[in-house]
């Protein structure tokens, strides 16, 4: 796949600062430069999965990148295989394949086992077009590698990155933390707060006939 324009623009962009790597450099464009902001604080863990929901543009990524760049924790993004030369460039790229993925969530887990610190971040509807679910694959990888789950909402209405709380994986099942990301969800109308409301994907399994709250 060639990459898009865009890709190479955003690209070009991080390598250019990438001479300048300090925290409060990338916190300083994100919120004084561009206007951003987080609701509440981040929450204070090493190690945890990030879900992050809705993702409806490319634009996400470019604002994600410069909050991942403005944490303390060494950072990872999940994408699709396709998108592996941007590791390249240096950016955070977890890159997996969306076929013959059994074990992958396992492979993801045990990653954390060689680092101190690691947000791994994941847009859990796996795609910018809606869909009528998301991915459990962040649940899983939680899970296995023993570590906090954080919901994370972008409101491009009020230009706010929205963290809730750590989950514990072990303390809950797949179906009931799906209902919690429901709540948060419905708590910030995020189904609204995308860049392009309208590819906002439905927070159900797969095959599952539970509807989003």
Same mark, same amino acid.
């Given at each position: 796949m060639e990459p898009s324009q865009f890709q190479l623009v955003t690209a070009a962009i991080f390598i250019a600062l990438a001479c300048m790597p300090k925290r409060w450099f990338w916190n300083f464009i994100l919120t004084k430069v561009l206007g951003w902001s987080v609701r509440g604080t981040m929450p204070d863990c090493d190690k945890c999965v990030v879900a992050c929901y809705p993702h409806t543009h490319g634009l996400?990524?470019?604002?994600?990148?410069?909050?991942?760049?403005?944490?303390?924790?060494?950072?990872?993004?999940?994408?699709?295989?396709?998108?592996?030369?941007?590791? !390249?460039?240096?950016? =955070? $790229?977890?890159?997996?394949?969306? #076929?013959?993925s059994g074990g992958q969530a396992s492979s993801l887990a045990k990653a954390f086992d060689s680092v101190r610190t690691r947000w791994l971040w994941i847009w859990i509807s796996g795609t910018r077009s809606k869909s009528d679910h998301v991915s459990s694959g962040f649940y899983y990888i939680a899970k296995d590698?023993?570590?906090?789950?954080?919901?994370?909402?972008?409101?491009?209405?009020?230009?706010?990155? !929205?963290?809730?709380? =750590? $989950?514990?994986?072990?303390?809950? #099942?797949?179906?009931?933390?799906?209902?919690?990301?429901?709540?948060?969800?419905?708590?910030?109308?995020?189904?609204?707060?995308?860049?392009?409301?309208?590819?906002?994907?439905?927070?159900?399994?797969?095959?599952?006939t539970k509807k989003e709250k």
């Open positions: 996400d990524l470019f604002y994600g990148l410069f909050l991942i760049f403005s944490t303390r924790q060494e950072s990872r993004i999940m994408m699709k295989a396709s998108l592996a030369w941007m590791w !390249i460039l240096g950016l =955070p $790229v977890q890159a997996v394949s969306r #076929t013959g590698a023993g570590i906090p789950i954080v919901f994370g909402g972008i409101d491009y209405r009020k230009k706010q990155m !929205i963290p809730s709380a =750590p $989950v514990d994986p072990a303390k809950y #099942t797949k179906d009931e933390v799906l209902e919690m990301y429901q709540k948060f969800a419905l708590k910030h109308d995020l189904a609204n707060s995308g860049c392009v409301p309208g590819n906002a994907s439905t927070i159900a399994w797969r095959n599952s």
